[in-house]
């Protein structure tokens, strides 16, 4: 079905269409929504806040992240995030200053650390509290300060660079070759 270019020809046709039972102030209330929701769409949100991280590594990593929800630490996870891109892991507009990520790296080893110690666990989690971990069950990891200075949406860069590698094992060298025979 195709319709007129004519905004007012378009909504004439259309009101016909509609179900005479309806008032008139009703189909035309209709009739707005419906031929507002497509241009809405492709409009950008400009009041959208959020918390995102992104990847800006060749590597694939899982993120884990703590923040106070009310009087309560949470810690959720995992956001598995893949090279050269970005997740949102809060939608909305933030309600702390600081907020709190640990991630690892899945190919080349490493991880994102910090001293700020919190609940995780290897499958997806969210966990209420920070203290007692290991009593609890689960793992007690080092997840890294993360201030937004109040903002109400901010995004984090992970890079190479600023990655801990994993720790090279200590292996004695080999021993010297024997000494030739003459």
Not at 34 to 51: H, I, M
Not at 97 to 112: I, K, N, P, S
Not at 124 to 138: V, W, Y
Request: glycine letters at 6%.
């Amino acid at each position: 079905m195709s319709f007129p270019s004519d905004g007012m020809t378009r909504f004439t046709t259309l009101s016909r269409r509609l179900p005479r039972a309806m008032s008139r102030g009703l189909r035309h209330a209709l009739l707005v929504l419906c031929a507002a929701a497509p241009a809405a769409a492709l409009l950008p949100d400009a009041a959208a806040a959020e918390f995102r991280l992104c990847n800006r590594t060749q590597s694939r990593i899982g993120i884990a992240l703590g923040y106070k929800d009310g009087d309560i630490w949470t810690t959720e996870g995992w956001w598995n995030v893949s090279a050269n891109s970005c997740e949102t892991l809060l939608r909305g507009e933030l309600s702390a200053r600081f907020y709190y990520l640990y991630a690892v790296d899945y190919d080349q080893g490493g991880e994102w650390a910090g001293k700020a110690y919190m609940c995780t666990r290897e499958k997806e989690f969210t966990i209420k509290a920070a203290d007692d971990c290991l009593a609890r069950g689960f793992d007690r990891t080092g997840f890294f300060e993360v201030d937004t200075k109040e903002q109400k949406a901010w995004t984090v860069q992970l890079t190479e660079s600023n990655q801990t590698k994993p720790a090279q094992a200590n292996v004695p060298p080999p021993p010297p070759p024997p000494p030739r025979p003459r």
